[in-house]
């Protein structure tokens, strides 16, 4: 069970991120450091909780740590308002107080609600995340940020609420379909364009290995991912300087095509691969990065099976519900764009013919 600890640094808020394999079975012995003597709640989607459930509780009992699961909607329908109150009204039932800790058990969305969930109840407790996708490993469940949705915008209802453990197991990874697995090389693929040359080229070379989830190689990713992001949340924890901003790229446009297809259709790594085939041709119109650069990420995206263009999504409805984003200031639209591939900045208002010509690109 040997694994890699990362720590982010947040003064009297740091907390590990463990990665590497085998570490469920662990899960018990790191919880009693953290447990006040009350019951624990994992939060879980019922086939997830098939999975793993009974290890979860079965390592917590053999600490000595009652738990009890609640199970809740798969994917976006995790993170809705009544979804929240289902859960909030299932921890008075269970008659739990502010010794209580919240577990994380699953995906992004399972992520996101359980941490907002955490945040609120009782002014807050703490939050153990056990990401079991790839997205999540590399990304949400990094970080603090937790949020629930309107019909009208993702993400809107939330949270910096930080975790007080992430356990990272690349086992878990095993079970995961396909598209599941190439939907977490997205956010990879993301860290890469933005952020680091060699991870790119790193994602060019193990695609294999990558797709085919080499322990090895899954461990070197997200442990990759895991340092990237714990440095910008470290320097910029609740996303005021700007710096935390660059790990969006891909994600203005990527989340209103999502809220155009109402959530349904792709998957949140699917609309980001499409959200970064169109924003670096954003930067491209810009004078940021080559022709050779675009052609060079569309194409590794593609290798990974991700989508680069989208069909049945109409221009105006994009932007529109980009004006929706949060990352939005005072209506003008900001994006993270590559400044050369593996740097990046923040780019605010760019002429909007510029951004709907970038985005048609893709339709």
């Not at 980001?272 to 924003?279: K, L």
């Amino acid at each position: 069970m040997s694994s890699q600890s990362i720590t982010v640094d947040l003064g009297e808020r740091s907390y590990p991120i463990l990665v590497g394999k085998k570490l469920i079975k662990d899960l018990g012995r790191q919880v009693a450091h953290l447990y006040l003597g009350d019951k624990v709640a994992t939060l879980a989607v019922a086939i997830v909780d098939d999975l793993y459930g009974r290890a979860v509780r079965e390592s917590l009992a053999g600490s000595g740590i009652p738990s009890e699961t609640i199970l809740v909607p798969d994917r976006e329908g995790a993170k809705t308002i009544r979804t929240y109150q289902h859960v909030m009204e299932q921890l008075l039932r269970m008659k739990v107080g502010r010794g209580t800790i919240v577990i994380a058990l699953g995906g992004g969305c399972v992520g996101d609600l359980a941490g907002f969930v955490a945040a609120t109840y009782m002014r807050g407790v703490r939050l153990v995340q056990i990401p079991t996708t790839l997205l999540a490993q590399v990304d949400s469940s990094i970080g603090g940020k937790a949020a629930l949705n309107l019909p009208e915008a993702k993400n809107i209802v939330g949270a910096f609420h930080q975790p007080s453990l992430v356990l990272s197991d690349v086992s878990l990874l095993k079970t995961l379909p396909t598209r599941e697995v190439r939907c977490g090389v997205a956010e990879l693929i993301k860290y890469a364009a933005i952020m680091d040359l060699r991870l790119l080229e790193f994602l060019e070379k193990e695609r294999v290995s990558i797709l085919g989830l080499e322990e090895g190689a899954m461990v070197r990713a997200v442990s990759w991912a895991t340092e990237l992001k714990s440095g910008i949340v470290a320097r910029d924890e609740r996303d005021q300087s700007g710096l935390r901003a660059l790990l969006n790229f891909g994600h203005t446009f990527g989340h209103a095509v999502e809220a155009a297809m109402k959530y349904h259709g792709l998957s949140h790594g699917e609309a980001i691969a499409v959200g970064m085939a169109g924003e670096i041709r954003l930067a491209e119109a810009l004078g940021m990065v080559s022709k050779k650069d675009v052609e060079r990420l569309e194409a590794l995206i593609v290798s990974y099976g991700l989508p680069i263009r989208l069909k049945g999504v109409n221009h105006r409805d994009l932007i529109r519900f980009m004006g929706h984003d949060k990352k939005a200031e005072a209506g003008r639209l900001r994006f993270a764009l590559p400044n050369g591939l593996g740097n990046g900045t923040i780019v605010s208002d760019p002429p909007k013919k510029t951004a709907t010509d970038a985005m048609r690109g893709c339709l």
